[in-house]
């Protein structure tokens, strides 16, 4: 298996070992997005994204996911072995600390301020983002779970 590809067996695919990785896993805070982390017994890391309709359109919702799945695959190499991974975009990364609530524009889901601003997060903020919780996850040791 190429170290550049994302299979299958890399992802995680089923709702409940998302959930378990919720439920079980530590979390670890990022400016642009959470990752929740479970220790398995596969030896090889699986990575979720979750991005929830409040991102907007699936247009919005799938560029943030392929965002955040290029960054995984190019840096694949530093996560580890057997580690469950759910990541989790945050809903206005840089309106934080603005007074400023997601959907408080008076429409359901987002404002198209905030909507605006998640479109203007570029890979490589993600990739140094992703890069920097990976260090913090080294650093932990413990990733919660067996």
Known sequence: MSEKTFTKEERLRKRRDI??????????????FNAYVLRNSLGHPRIGIVVGRKFGGAVQRNR??????????LNKGLVGEGIDM??????????AGTGRRAGSGGSKGMS????????????KQVEEEFKKLITRIKKDGDTAGT
């Not at 759910?86 to 990364?93: D, E, S, T």
């Open 19 to 32: 959930d378990k990785v919720f439920k079980e896993g530590k979390a670890f805070k990022g400016a642009i």
């Open 64 to 73: 943030i996911k392929r965002l955040l799945r290029e960054s995984y695959r």
């Open 86 to 95: 759910v990541l989790l975009p945050k809903p206005a990364p840089h309106l």
């Open 112 to 123: 198209g301020r905030t909507r605006r601003t998640v479109r203007e997060v570029n890979f």
